[in-house]
């Protein structure tokens, strides 16, 4: 028996170097996967469809979003 998984919608590559990272905390990683998810697309999500997406305040979307950029990652 074989198993699928059928892909419906995008996807991304993660390095482990961030998903290993002690410098950012684990929704900033959400993040991080979220937008990486949406590479290949010709658009990047906005602020508010991210937040909604993920379950946040814009506040603390603000906040993880500084801590990639502070760190390179994004």
Known sequence: MTNKIKCSKG???ITQSVMSSKDISIEAKALYCYY???V???IIP???Q???DLQISYKRFKT???QL???GYL
């Open 46 to 48: 906005s602020a508010t």
């Open 36 to 38: 990486m998810a949406h």
């Open 69 to 71: 950029f502070e760190r």
């Open 50 to 52: 991210t937040c909604n």
């Open 64 to 66: 993880l979003r500084t």
């Open 11 to 13: 996807y991304g590559v």
């Open 40 to 42: 290949g697309d010709n």
